[in-house]
Structures are given as C-alpha cells and as structure tokens.
C-alpha cells in the first residue's frame, strides 16, 4: 500500500483528527493517552524520544513503545528529537511498525534541548533539518511530520515552514510562541503567525497555545483555518477539556488511577498528574501536597486522592448559598479547571521590560530562604544544611587552592606535592611519597652486586639510577 500524503494522511489515516494530545516528557504516557482519548481527543501523541537512545537501548525501547502497545491507542504518532539524519531514521525505522506517523520534535525550549542541540535550538539549521526530513521521507513506510516554534518575525516563519513541506514534512504542528517564551516569560501563543502558515502550506496544519477550554478550540479554528488543535498543559489539567466538561477532579482522578492499574507507567509520572489535576486544591490543603510528594506506592497515591475527595467534598457541604470561588478562579478549587501561569513579577517589568528566569528564580530563592532544588533536597534529608558557616574548613593547598594534605611536609595538596617531591628528590610520608628513601635503597642495592662500579652518594648527581628509580616510582 503506497504511503499516504498530506491532507490524505489527516482524513484517512488519523481520522481527520481536530483534537489532539501533545506530545509531553513523561506526561502523555499510554495511560494519560487513554484517559484523554475516553474525554474526547482524537489522535496523541507519544513522549518525546531520544532517538540516539531508542536505537542503542533495547530496553529504552521496550519501556517507552513496544510495552504500550494497545488497540485503542490509535491513531498514535511518535516523536523523537534528534541532531543527525542517519540516527534518527534508525530510531524511526525501529518504531514505524508501532504507529501512524514520526514526528521530529523542533519545538523543546529547554535548558536539555540546548545542550543536546535538538528541538528548538535546531531552527536555525535548515540545510541539517532539509536532510533530515528527506531521508525520514525516502526509507520510511509511515509519514514524517514536524512541530515547531515560531520566529519573531511573521514571515521568516512561514519561509521555516515551506522548507519543511519542500523536504518531505506532512504535517506541522505550530507552537505561537518562540523558544524563548518558556516558563514565566510564556506569555500569549501568536495566532497570526499560525495562521500564516496554514495560509503558505498545503499539508495540514496543527495549532498548539493559548488553549484552555473547547471554546478555545473552536475559536482557533475558526481563526486560523487550522485543521486541528493540540493542548498540553490544558488537557493536563483538564482530560475532559475537548468535550467541553469541567468535572470534579476526583472524577478524573479515579478514572486515571483506575487505567493505570492496568497499564502501568512509572509512579513518578502517575504523582506528577495527580499534582496537576489537584493544583488547585492543593493551594488549600497544603498539607496533603507533602504528603503526595513523599508516599511511594500507587495505592498510597490513591490513598491521598481519595483524602483530597473527602476534604473537597467537606468544602461543598459547608459551603453558602451564592458564595463565589477564591481568587481569579472561574470555578470553585474541586472543579477541573485551567491554570494560568503567573508571568515576571510587576517589579521585574519596569526595569528593563522583561526578566531573566535565573533572575525570577534568585527572587524567589532569596524570598523563600531556600531555593527549589534545595528545598527538594531539604525534604529527601531532613539533617541536610545549607549554612555556608557550618561546612567543614579545608586548608588550601599553597600552590593550587586545593584542599592541602594535613600531614603533608610541603602543604601541599597531593598533586603539586608529588611533582616537587620528585623535582627535589624528597620525602612526604604524609602523602606516602618516599623518593629519596627508593633512591638510596637503589643505589646501594646496586652497590652490592658483583661486577658493578661503586655507586655515586646521593646528590653527587646519578642521571642513570636516578631517571631508572624515578621512573618506577612515578609508575
């Protein structure tokens, strides 16, 4: 059967899907894809892949596709990031049997994704990604699609995607937003540089930002001119966000523990979801949040679950006539419902009319006494201090600054002792370092066997035995 192409490839293989689960690391699991597919989304997608990994590691393989096998996770598209066009149709030819279409990811802002040199940080290697999608294109049985982040400018955008469309891409999913609008700099996902690229493109078009409810699907569509629309944090907070419900969290929560029985997926993932759907309810029961974050076991899991149900549900009882959900909530804490990211701090905006993430994170770290990572690692170790004045003091080494031996003869740290020890042809018993002791032994080890000249003393310059000592010593 011959490969199927462009809007053919959307209406016949993947249904003419209009809502769509993003791909998500460790997120979109086969299990949150079930979920989601029972609520009203018609095509998802796996994890992010790596592709180098995937190729190399059978049992990475096994973890992440081929144990996640399932009839009713389809259509399915896998995503894999990847720097080199031979690695990454490996991977793809490895994972073809198991979906509908490969996805290359260009759209990861991360921090990884930088160091790695993939996702967004590729956008720029047009001459790499034309490679790249071309051979996907000519060795593969299933279709290769793209998802990307925007350019600043509106039509460097559309020139990024007719490149991809003029290589072999099928598909393109836009993400209205730059790679570096992430985190508390997000802020609102461009429409018009989607819909400029549906406009430029003849193969469909996915729009990915700005999505909250169903309203907001059909609104994009309607906008755009999209053929369909993918959620991520939306759909995180809000399984049933595509059929345009905003039910109890417990509801969903149930439903998900009750799939991940049966597929299971790693319990740091099945913790991760239940935080998202609980956000807003664990804002007022901060207690259970710790208690979530420590438990070690599914059922423990869903044992905080149903303590969150239970304290909902005392809400709703106590709860007056005509009362009005807290904050900017558009529905009370038990009730599905969006998250809006907080963006920079005013303060931050009238500097210079923006702020750095590692500025936001210093401010809250010098807020809170402790940042993040410490405060994680605070919980895991309870005796774990961060005091500079209650580390233990090392005396520098004189020459490097590095911790110096305390019984060396030269306070030196190892290293710079023994290349003096050596350069002096002397002693350290602190580091174990006996250069003149092996000397003197050698020379008069020497001077006892018959046939040999009397050996020279010490210092009274011996190349020979000195450079033959030296050597088996430095050895």
Request: charged share 25%.
């Amino acid at each position: 059967m011959p490969k199927l192409q462009g809007f053919e490839f959307w209406s016949r293989t993947l249904g003419g899907a209009r809502h769509v689960v993003a791909p998500m690391v460790d997120q979109s699991e086969l299990a949150w894809r079930l979920l989601s597919r029972r609520h009203g989304a018609q095509l998802c997608y796996t994890p992010m892949l790596h592709a180098q990994v995937f190729v190399r590691d059978a049992n990475y393989r096994k973890e992440n596709l081929y144990c996640d096998v399932c009839p009713e996770d389809r259509p399915l598209i896998v995503q894999f990031c990847a720097n080199d066009p031979e690695v990454f149709v490996q991977a793809a030819l490895l994972a073809q049997d198991y979906c509908d279409a490969i996805d290359l990811n260009l759209g990861c802002p991360q921090m990884i994704a930088k160091r790695g040199h993939y996702g967004a940080f590729l956008q720029e290697e047009w001459d790499l990604l034309q490679r790249m999608i071309q051979l996907a294109h000519e060795k593969l049985s299933v279709p290769v699609t793209c998802k990307i982040r925007v350019f600043s400018e509106i039509d460097k955008t559309v020139r990024y995607a007719q490149m991809l469309e003029k290589a072999g891409c099928q598909l393109v999913t836009v993400h209205g937003r730059t790679k570096e609008q992430k985190g508390p700099l997000s802020g609102a996902a461009s429409w018009e540089h989607i819909k400029a690229v549906r406009k430029a493109v003849a193969i469909p078009v996915f729009a990915n930002g700005n999505i909250r409810s169903l309203q907001d699907v059909e609104r994009c569509i309607q906008d755009t001119g999209v053929q369909g629309v993918m959620s991520a944090e939306g759909n995180l907070h809000n399984p049933a966000l595509f059929e345009g419900r905003s039910p109890a969290v417990w509801e969903l929560a149930e439903e998900y523990l009750d799939i991940v029985r049966l597929h299971p997926c790693p319990l740091s993932c099945v913790r991760a979801h239940l935080f998202k759907l609980w956000h807003h309810t664990l804002q007022v029961h901060q207690q259970l949040r710790d208690e979530l974050a420590k438990v070690k076991t599914l059922e423990g899991i869903a044992a905080v679950s149903q303590a969150l149900k239970l304290r909902c549900q005392e809400d709703m009882s106590r709860q007056e006539e005509g009362a009005q959900p807290a904050g900017d909530l558009p529905f009370f804490h038990w009730i599905c419902q969006p998250y809006v990211r907080p963006g920079p701090r005013e303060g931050s905006k009238e500097n210079s009319g923006g702020c750095s993430k590692r500025a936001l994170e210093e401010e809250e770290a010098s807020t809170d006494g402790l940042s993040k990572n410490k405060q994680k690692k605070q919980l895991r170790n309870p005796h774990k201090t961060f005091d500079p004045s209650l580390k233990p003091k090392y005396a520098k080494c004189d020459q490097c600054g590095n911790p110096k031996g305390n019984r060396c003869v030269f306070n030196l740290c190892r290293g710079c002792c023994k290349k003096r020890a050596f350069k002096e042809t002397a002693d350290c018993p602190g580091h174990g370092l006996l250069f003149k002791t092996k000397l003197e032994k050698s020379l008069t080890w020497k001077g006892t066997q018959p046939g040999r000249q009397e050996p020279p003393q010490v210092g009274s310059g011996a190349p020979g035995a000195f450079s033959e000592v030296m050597g088996s010593a430095l050895a």
